[in-house]
T-cell receptor, first 111, second 110 residues
Framework: NAGVTQTPKFQVLKTGQSMTLQCAQD?????MSWYRQDPGMGLRLIHY???????DQGEVPNGYNVSRSTTEDFPLRLLSAAPSQTSVYFC???FGQGEAFFGQGTRLTVV | GEDVEQSLFLSVREGDSSVINCTYT??????LYWYKQEPGAGLQLLTY?????DMKQDQRLTVLLNKKDKHLSLRIADTQTGDSAIYFC??????????FGTGTKLQVIP
């Protein structure tokens, strides 16, 4: 039982490049979400999904896209990377309002 | 939307008690959580409390909830150097939406 798996762990992008952060969970959780963590700002919700085929915006969605074609996977796409998107990204999943399980994070640097 | 506030930093001596505080705005929050984040890692659930409880104790951890003041606290007894981490308060608001606080960095001085 792997829990929540995020890839890659580290990434450096040039301004304007696009990329996809991968997130997969094997717990059959219906709820998945993406957060970014910046110093002194806690975790801010980017996008979330309450089930396959259903996604919605969080607090800071601009510059990011998501899709949820299966229960297991919830990729986050950066359309055109900007230095302001330098951050640590966490994917999480949960069943209902229960405990959220987090991936190990992706440290992204945009130069 | 929900607003969750925490102080950013707390420093305590090894063996003392630590108290980390959190305030929130949504009085309808049903689940309130404390997560711990160690350096370079994701968050892990430490403990939680339901909104119909005032207190929950789990070994060295005590969670207190004051619903009237919308105040949540985490007390760690006999704080150890291994407790050094960032502690996040999190509350549930609308359907399955969880709002996290800014995190409190706990530094334990030997």
């Amino acid at each position: 039982n792997a829990g929540v798996t995020q890839t890659p762990k580290f990434q450096v992008l040039k301004t304007g490049q696009s990329m996809t952060l991968q997130c997969a969970q094997d717990m059959n959780h219906e709820y998945m979400s993406w957060y970014r963590q910046d110093p002194g700002m806690g975790l801010r919700l980017i996008h979330y999904s309450v089930g396959a085929g259903i996604t919605d915006q969080g607090e800071v969605p601009n510059g990011y896209n998501v899709s949820r074609s299966t229960t297991e996977d919830f990729p986050l796409r950066l359309l055109s990377a900007a230095p302001s998107q330098t951050s640590v990204y966490f994917c999480a999943s949960s069943f209902g309002q229960g405990e959220a399980f987090f991936g190990q994070g992706t440290r992204l640097t945009v130069v | 939307g929900e607003d969750v506030e925490q102080s950013l930093f707390l420093s305590v001596r090894e063996g003392d008690s630590s108290v980390i505080n959190c305030t929130y705005t949504d009085s309808s929050s049903t689940y309130l959580y404390w997560y711990k984040q160690e350096p370079g890692a994701g968050l892990q659930l430490l403990t939680y409390i339901f909104s119909n409880m005032d207190m929950k104790q789990d070994q060295r951890l005590t969670v207190l909830l004051n619903k009237k003041d919308k105040h949540l606290s985490l007390r760690i007894a006999d704080t150890q150097t291994g407790d050094s981490a960032i502690y996040f308060c999190a509350v549930t608001g609308g359907y399955q939406k969880v709002t996290f606080g800014t995190g409190t960095k706990l530094q334990v001085i030997p």
